[in-house]
Protein backbone atom coordinates (compact mmCIF):
# COMPACT_ATOMS: atom_id res chain seq x y z
CA UNK A 1 0.00 0.00 0.00
CA UNK A 2 1.47 2.95 -0.79
CA UNK A 3 1.76 5.85 1.94
CA UNK A 4 -0.64 8.42 0.14
CA UNK A 5 -3.26 5.89 0.35
CA UNK A 6 -2.40 5.09 4.00
CA UNK A 7 -2.32 8.48 4.81
CA UNK A 8 -5.89 8.95 3.00
CA UNK A 9 -7.32 6.28 4.97
CA UNK A 10 -6.25 7.68 8.21
CA UNK A 11 -7.54 10.84 7.54
CA UNK A 12 -11.26 9.11 6.53
CA UNK A 13 -11.24 7.24 9.82
CA UNK A 14 -9.71 10.28 12.11
CA UNK A 15 -12.70 12.35 10.78
CA UNK A 16 -14.93 10.37 11.67
CA UNK A 17 -15.84 9.39 8.28
CA UNK A 18 -16.47 5.56 8.65
CA UNK A 19 -18.92 6.02 11.52
CA UNK A 20 -20.61 8.65 9.86
CA UNK A 21 -21.15 6.09 6.97
CA UNK A 22 -22.16 3.68 9.42
CA UNK A 23 -24.52 6.05 10.85
CA UNK A 24 -26.02 7.11 7.13
CA UNK A 25 -26.65 3.07 6.10
CA UNK A 26 -28.14 2.60 9.71
CA UNK A 27 -31.54 1.14 8.08
CA UNK A 28 -29.84 -1.09 5.61
CA UNK A 29 -29.89 -4.83 5.88
CA UNK A 30 -26.10 -6.03 4.86
CA UNK A 31 -25.83 -8.86 3.79
CA UNK A 32 -22.30 -10.34 3.88
CA UNK A 33 -21.12 -13.25 1.17
CA UNK A 34 -17.74 -15.06 2.09
CA UNK A 35 -16.82 -18.24 0.01
CA UNK A 36 -13.60 -19.54 1.26
CA UNK A 37 -11.73 -19.49 4.28
CA UNK A 38 -8.13 -21.94 4.51
CA UNK A 39 -6.33 -24.05 6.64
CA UNK A 40 -7.54 -24.39 10.47
CA UNK A 41 -5.08 -22.88 12.61
CA UNK A 42 -4.17 -20.16 9.68
CA UNK A 43 -3.71 -16.46 9.57
CA UNK A 44 -7.40 -16.48 8.28
CA UNK A 45 -8.89 -17.64 12.06
CA UNK A 46 -7.12 -14.57 13.58
CA UNK A 47 -8.64 -12.39 10.65
CA UNK A 48 -12.32 -13.51 11.20
CA UNK A 49 -11.91 -13.41 14.69
CA UNK A 50 -11.43 -9.61 14.49
CA UNK A 51 -14.20 -9.25 12.15
CA UNK A 52 -16.51 -11.14 14.42
CA UNK A 53 -15.61 -8.36 17.51
CA UNK A 54 -16.25 -5.91 15.00
CA UNK A 55 -19.40 -7.11 14.15
CA UNK A 56 -20.59 -7.20 17.62
CA UNK A 57 -19.42 -4.09 18.36
CA UNK A 58 -20.61 -2.13 16.10
CA UNK A 59 -23.67 -4.37 14.01
CA UNK A 60 -26.67 -6.25 15.01
CA UNK A 61 -26.20 -10.16 13.60
CA UNK A 62 -29.62 -11.68 12.64
CA UNK A 63 -30.20 -14.96 10.96
CA UNK A 64 -31.00 -15.11 7.59
CA UNK A 65 -35.16 -16.11 8.44
CA UNK A 66 -34.95 -13.59 10.89
CA UNK A 67 -34.35 -10.81 8.47
CA UNK A 68 -36.63 -12.09 6.11
CA UNK A 69 -39.56 -11.85 8.48
CA UNK A 70 -38.32 -8.25 9.12
CA UNK A 71 -37.83 -6.84 5.18
CA UNK A 72 -41.78 -7.78 4.61
CA UNK A 73 -43.15 -6.86 8.49
CA UNK A 74 -44.54 -2.72 8.87
CA UNK A 75 -42.07 -2.51 11.62
CA UNK A 76 -38.17 -1.07 10.68
CA UNK A 77 -35.09 -3.48 10.76
CA UNK A 78 -32.83 -3.36 14.14
CA UNK A 79 -30.24 -0.49 13.03
CA UNK A 80 -27.35 -1.26 11.46
CA UNK A 81 -28.40 -5.56 11.05
CA UNK A 82 -26.19 -7.70 9.83
CA UNK A 83 -26.62 -11.33 7.85
CA UNK A 84 -23.63 -13.36 7.03
CA UNK A 85 -23.87 -16.31 4.70
CA UNK A 86 -21.02 -18.51 3.14
CA UNK A 87 -21.41 -19.45 -0.86
CA UNK A 88 -21.00 -23.26 -2.19
CA UNK A 89 -20.24 -25.44 0.83
CA UNK A 90 -16.45 -26.23 0.92
CA UNK A 91 -15.73 -27.87 3.93
CA UNK A 92 -12.89 -24.96 4.91
CA UNK A 93 -15.83 -23.34 6.29
CA UNK A 94 -16.20 -25.69 8.85
CA UNK A 95 -14.16 -24.29 11.26
CA UNK A 96 -16.03 -20.37 10.28
CA UNK A 97 -19.21 -21.40 11.69
CA UNK A 98 -17.40 -22.14 14.56
CA UNK A 99 -15.47 -19.49 15.06
CA UNK A 100 -19.21 -17.22 13.71
CA UNK A 101 -21.20 -19.63 16.72
CA UNK A 102 -18.63 -18.57 19.17
CA UNK A 103 -19.93 -15.29 18.69
CA UNK A 104 -23.05 -15.81 18.41
CA UNK A 105 -23.37 -14.94 15.26
CA UNK A 106 -26.22 -16.82 12.93
CA UNK A 107 -24.61 -18.02 9.27
CA UNK A 108 -26.05 -19.42 6.71
CA UNK A 109 -24.64 -21.93 4.46
CA UNK A 110 -25.58 -21.99 0.40
CA UNK A 111 -24.41 -25.55 -0.99
CA UNK A 112 -24.15 -26.84 -4.59
CA UNK A 113 -25.67 -30.29 -4.12
CA UNK A 114 -24.31 -32.24 -6.74
CA UNK A 115 -20.90 -31.18 -5.14
CA UNK A 116 -21.24 -32.64 -1.96
CA UNK A 117 -22.47 -35.74 -3.49
CA UNK A 118 -19.36 -35.97 -5.03
CA UNK A 119 -20.98 -36.40 -8.61
CA UNK A 120 -19.03 -33.32 -9.61
CA UNK A 121 -16.53 -30.58 -8.28
CA UNK A 122 -17.60 -26.86 -8.90
CA UNK A 123 -16.52 -26.42 -12.69
CA UNK A 124 -14.33 -23.08 -12.09
CA UNK A 125 -12.47 -25.54 -9.91
CA UNK A 126 -12.24 -27.65 -12.76
CA UNK A 127 -10.89 -25.04 -15.16
CA UNK A 128 -8.52 -23.44 -12.53
CA UNK A 129 -7.57 -26.84 -11.16
CA UNK A 130 -6.35 -27.81 -15.21
CA UNK A 131 -4.29 -24.76 -15.42
CA UNK A 132 -2.36 -25.02 -12.46
CA UNK A 133 -1.28 -28.50 -13.51
CA UNK A 134 -0.86 -28.17 -16.92
CA UNK A 135 3.10 -28.37 -17.94
CA UNK A 136 1.42 -27.25 -21.97
CA UNK A 137 3.46 -23.77 -23.18
CA UNK A 138 0.45 -22.53 -25.07
CA UNK A 139 -3.26 -23.48 -25.58
CA UNK A 140 -5.70 -22.34 -27.89
CA UNK A 141 -9.30 -21.73 -27.33
CA UNK A 142 -11.37 -22.05 -30.16
CA UNK A 143 -14.66 -20.27 -29.41
CA UNK A 144 -17.72 -18.59 -31.56
CA UNK A 145 -15.84 -15.02 -32.05
CA UNK A 146 -13.06 -17.48 -33.47
CA UNK A 147 -9.51 -18.98 -31.83
CA UNK A 148 -7.84 -17.17 -29.43
CA UNK A 149 -4.00 -18.43 -27.97
CA UNK A 150 -3.04 -18.20 -24.54
CA UNK A 151 0.89 -18.35 -23.12
CA UNK A 152 0.84 -20.60 -20.71
CA UNK A 153 4.47 -20.69 -19.42
CA UNK A 154 4.49 -18.44 -15.88
CA UNK A 155 2.11 -18.67 -12.94
CA UNK A 156 0.89 -15.54 -13.72
CA UNK A 157 0.21 -16.51 -17.30
CA UNK A 158 -2.04 -19.65 -16.57
CA UNK A 159 -4.08 -17.12 -13.26
CA UNK A 160 -4.69 -15.03 -16.30
CA UNK A 161 -5.79 -17.71 -18.96
CA UNK A 162 -7.79 -19.36 -16.30
CA UNK A 163 -9.72 -16.37 -15.75
CA UNK A 164 -10.52 -15.38 -18.91
CA UNK A 165 -11.83 -18.91 -19.73
CA UNK A 166 -13.96 -18.69 -16.66
CA UNK A 167 -15.86 -15.70 -17.65
CA UNK A 168 -16.01 -16.21 -21.45
CA UNK A 169 -17.55 -19.69 -20.44
CA UNK A 170 -20.40 -17.88 -17.74
CA UNK A 171 -21.35 -16.23 -21.52
CA UNK A 172 -21.83 -19.76 -23.30
CA UNK A 173 -25.13 -21.71 -23.35
CA UNK A 174 -25.31 -24.42 -20.41
CA UNK A 175 -24.66 -27.58 -23.25
CA UNK A 176 -21.22 -25.17 -24.33
CA UNK A 177 -20.17 -24.98 -20.72
CA UNK A 178 -20.60 -28.27 -19.91
CA UNK A 179 -19.09 -29.85 -23.31
CA UNK A 180 -15.91 -27.33 -22.78
CA UNK A 181 -15.54 -28.23 -18.97
CA UNK A 182 -15.56 -31.50 -19.90
CA UNK A 183 -12.45 -31.53 -22.46
CA UNK A 184 -10.66 -28.90 -20.73
CA UNK A 185 -8.80 -31.17 -18.71
CA UNK A 186 -7.40 -33.62 -21.86
CA UNK A 187 -6.28 -30.20 -23.53
CA UNK A 188 -4.01 -28.91 -21.05
CA UNK A 189 -2.62 -32.68 -20.82
CA UNK A 190 -3.77 -33.28 -17.04
CA UNK A 191 -6.38 -36.08 -15.82
CA UNK A 192 -8.95 -34.93 -13.39
CA UNK A 193 -9.13 -37.03 -10.49
CA UNK A 194 -13.02 -38.75 -9.78
CA UNK A 195 -12.67 -36.05 -6.57
CA UNK A 196 -11.37 -32.79 -5.65
CA UNK A 197 -8.22 -32.36 -3.74
CA UNK A 198 -8.77 -31.64 -0.05
CA UNK A 199 -8.15 -28.21 -0.60
CA UNK A 200 -11.53 -27.86 -2.94
CA UNK A 201 -13.41 -30.46 -0.79
CA UNK A 202 -17.22 -29.88 -0.15
CA UNK A 203 -18.88 -30.42 3.47
CA UNK A 204 -20.20 -33.97 4.30
CA UNK A 205 -23.43 -34.47 4.37
CA UNK A 206 -22.60 -35.90 7.83
CA UNK A 207 -20.97 -32.48 8.68
CA UNK A 208 -23.83 -30.68 7.02
CA UNK A 209 -26.23 -32.70 9.66
CA UNK A 210 -24.39 -31.49 12.35
CA UNK A 211 -24.52 -28.02 11.78
CA UNK A 212 -28.06 -27.83 11.37
CA UNK A 213 -27.81 -29.22 14.34
CA UNK A 214 -26.07 -26.34 16.16
CA UNK A 215 -28.04 -23.72 14.27
CA UNK A 216 -26.67 -23.21 11.18
CA UNK A 217 -29.22 -22.26 8.24
CA UNK A 218 -28.61 -24.49 4.74
CA UNK A 219 -29.45 -22.92 1.82
CA UNK A 220 -29.91 -24.28 -1.90
CA UNK A 221 -27.37 -22.91 -4.61
CA UNK A 222 -28.66 -25.83 -7.16
CA UNK A 223 -27.10 -28.82 -8.02
CA UNK A 224 -24.59 -28.30 -10.20
CA UNK A 225 -23.79 -24.56 -9.95
CA UNK A 226 -24.87 -23.35 -13.24
CA UNK A 227 -25.42 -19.97 -14.95
CA UNK A 228 -29.31 -20.10 -14.75
CA UNK A 229 -29.41 -17.31 -17.40
CA UNK A 230 -28.34 -20.28 -19.60
CA UNK A 231 -29.90 -22.81 -18.85
CA UNK A 232 -32.18 -23.97 -22.14
CA UNK A 233 -35.18 -23.95 -20.53
CA UNK A 234 -37.89 -24.36 -17.30
CA UNK A 235 -37.49 -28.26 -16.72
CA UNK A 236 -33.67 -27.08 -16.37
CA UNK A 237 -33.89 -24.77 -14.38
CA UNK A 238 -36.30 -26.36 -11.83
CA UNK A 239 -34.08 -29.72 -11.88
CA UNK A 240 -31.16 -27.36 -10.55
CA UNK A 241 -33.59 -25.19 -8.40
CA UNK A 242 -36.26 -27.70 -6.86
CA UNK A 243 -33.50 -30.55 -7.21
CA UNK A 244 -31.11 -29.18 -4.68
CA UNK A 245 -33.71 -28.17 -2.23
CA UNK A 246 -35.20 -31.75 -2.46
CA UNK A 247 -32.02 -32.95 -1.48
CA UNK A 248 -31.05 -30.82 1.58
CA UNK A 249 -34.18 -31.25 2.86
CA UNK A 250 -33.75 -35.05 2.05
CA UNK A 251 -30.81 -34.72 4.56
CA UNK A 252 -31.58 -32.27 7.22
CA UNK A 253 -35.27 -33.26 7.60
CA UNK A 254 -36.23 -29.47 7.48
CA UNK A 255 -37.58 -27.07 5.59
CA UNK A 256 -34.85 -25.16 3.08
CA UNK A 257 -36.42 -21.28 3.05
CA UNK A 258 -33.47 -19.21 1.19
CA UNK A 259 -31.61 -19.87 -2.38
CA UNK A 260 -28.26 -18.68 -3.82
CA UNK A 261 -28.30 -17.68 -7.62
CA UNK A 262 -25.39 -18.93 -9.12
CA UNK A 263 -22.91 -16.12 -9.47
CA UNK A 264 -25.66 -14.13 -9.25
CA UNK A 265 -24.88 -11.17 -11.00
CA UNK A 266 -27.79 -9.32 -12.98
CA UNK A 267 -26.28 -11.08 -16.29
CA UNK A 268 -26.75 -14.29 -14.81
CA UNK A 269 -30.27 -14.50 -13.99
CA UNK A 270 -33.86 -14.40 -15.87
CA UNK A 271 -36.95 -13.32 -15.54
CA UNK A 272 -38.07 -17.28 -15.58
CA UNK A 273 -35.18 -18.51 -13.73
CA UNK A 274 -37.12 -15.92 -10.80
CA UNK A 275 -40.34 -16.97 -11.18
CA UNK A 276 -39.20 -20.79 -10.92
CA UNK A 277 -37.27 -19.68 -7.70
CA UNK A 278 -40.70 -17.60 -6.70
CA UNK A 279 -42.82 -20.97 -7.51
CA UNK A 280 -40.31 -23.14 -5.74
CA UNK A 281 -41.40 -21.17 -2.07
CA UNK A 282 -38.74 -19.74 -0.96
CA UNK A 283 -38.35 -16.82 1.86
CA UNK A 284 -35.30 -15.53 0.40
CA UNK A 285 -33.04 -15.24 -3.02
CA UNK A 286 -30.01 -13.56 -2.76
CA UNK A 287 -27.73 -12.16 -5.72
CA UNK A 288 -24.32 -10.89 -5.83
CA UNK A 289 -25.47 -6.92 -6.78
CA UNK A 290 -23.59 -5.24 -4.68
CA UNK A 291 -25.35 -2.69 -1.82
CA UNK A 292 -27.74 -2.54 1.32
CA UNK A 293 -31.47 -3.99 1.40
CA UNK A 294 -34.58 -1.70 2.96
CA UNK A 295 -37.78 -2.57 3.98
CA UNK A 296 -40.12 -3.51 0.62
CA UNK A 297 -37.07 -4.73 -0.89
CA UNK A 298 -37.79 -8.05 -2.92
CA UNK A 299 -36.81 -11.32 -1.35
CA UNK A 300 -35.94 -12.51 -4.19
CA UNK A 301 -33.11 -10.33 -5.35
CA UNK A 302 -31.41 -9.34 -2.63
CA UNK A 303 -28.08 -7.92 -2.51
CA UNK A 304 -25.01 -8.39 -0.63
CA UNK A 305 -21.69 -7.09 0.18
CA UNK A 306 -18.61 -9.41 -0.56
CA UNK A 307 -15.72 -9.92 1.66
CA UNK A 308 -12.62 -12.01 2.86
CA UNK A 309 -10.58 -12.70 5.97
CA UNK A 310 -8.61 -11.02 4.43
CA UNK A 311 -9.31 -7.86 4.08
CA UNK A 312 -7.25 -5.33 5.59
CA UNK A 313 -9.08 -4.06 8.27
CA UNK A 314 -9.63 -0.58 6.86
CA UNK A 315 -11.55 -2.20 3.64
CA UNK A 316 -13.52 -4.27 5.54
CA UNK A 317 -14.76 -1.56 7.85
CA UNK A 318 -15.96 0.51 4.72
CA UNK A 319 -17.45 -2.22 2.82
CA UNK A 320 -19.70 -2.68 5.66
CA UNK A 321 -20.79 0.61 5.47
CA UNK A 322 -22.78 -0.03 2.25
CA UNK A 323 -20.39 2.91 0.22
CA UNK A 324 -17.57 0.49 -1.07
CA UNK A 325 -17.88 -2.34 -2.99
Same mark, same amino acid.
Given at each position: ????????????????????????? +???????????????? /?????????????? +????? *???????????? $? @??????? $???????? /????????????????????????????????????????????????? #?????????????? =??????????????? &?????????????????????? /??????????? =???? $???????????????????????????????? #???? &??? /?????? #?????????????????????? *?????????????? @????? *????????????????????? =? $???????????? +??
Amino acid at each position: MSAWKQVAQRAVQWSGGIRLARHMS +RQGLRILTYHRFGDPG /GAWEKALQQQCVHF +RRYYH *PVSLTEAAAMLR $S @ARPLPPR $SLVITIDD /GYRDCLPACRLFRSFGIPVTVYVATDFLDGLTWLWTDVARWAFQQTSVA #EWEYRGPSGPVRFS =LVSPALRRLAQFQII &ETLKLASNAERLQWIRELPRQL /GVSLPPQPPPD =LAPL $SWEEVGSLAGQGVEFGAHTRSHPILSRLAGET #ELRH &EVD /GSRARI #EQEIGRPVLHFCYPNGRPQDLS *PLAVEVVRRAGFQT @AVTTA *PGLNYRGADSLLLKRLGVEPD =L $SPFDFQTVLTGL +RR
